[in-house]
């Protein structure tokens, strides 16, 4: 039998009940004991920095109002829970008729994460110290260059590009670099 992988999923719930949907996800999936099945749940917010009156208001922001994003092996025990969960009305990705959901790509959950920058989130890269990689946006786009550094803590390659004829060693985000094959 194949193994069932761990893949993130949308679900959707009511609009700003995405947290009180979470709360209650986390107490079906302890008192139901599927642990091992559902894993991290997410709801994507960032903070709000309002300035009003020379006073400063942090607030949560939810970046996809009636969303939250779950981390599950897709049984149908787990999709049964998720899907029978007061506040959530489906997943996203279903064609209905008992059609399971697809999967988010993911490039896409690990632009999510980034953005809000979440502990976990991961970028995985096709290259390595001494490859040859293009950049692919931002003000050196188009150019090539030699990965001479990689820090993986702020996921930034020091790549050598030619600037001026001269070899410049040149900081840049691991998520617009691309092997050169």
């Not at 949907?21 to 709000?48: C, H, P, Q, T």
């Not at 899907?83 to 009305?89: D, K, L, M, Q, W």
């Not at 003000?139 to 990689?150: N, T």
């Amino acid at each position: 039998m194949q193994e069932i992988k761990k893949e993130w999923y949308v679900v959707n719930t009511y609009a700003g009940h995405e947290n009180r949907v979470k709360e209650n996800l986390l107490k079906r999936i302890e008192s139901m004991g599927i642990s091992d099945n559902l894993f991290r749940i997410l709801v994507a917010e960032e903070v709000d920095i309002e300035i009003k009156n020379g006073k400063t208001k942090e607030t949560m922001k939810n970046l996809y109002p009636g969303y939250l994003f779950v981390e599950m092996k897709m049984t149908d025990e787990s999709w049964y829970v998720v899907r029978n969960t007061p506040g959530v009305t489906g997943f996203i990705g279903s064609s209905g008729g008992g059609a399971k959901p697809f999967p988010v790509d993911q490039q896409e959950i690990e632009a999510i994460m980034r953005r809000i920058n979440h502990k976990d989130a991961t970028i995985n890269v096709d290259f390595a110290l001494g490859d040859t990689v293009k950049v692919l946006s931002g003000p050196f786009v188009g150019m090539e260059g030699v990965v001479e550094v990689m820090n993986d803590q702020t996921k930034t390659a020091t790549v050598l590009i030619i600037l001026f004829g001269r070899e410049t060693p040149t900081d840049i985000a691991y998520n617009i670099l691309e092997k050169v094959f």
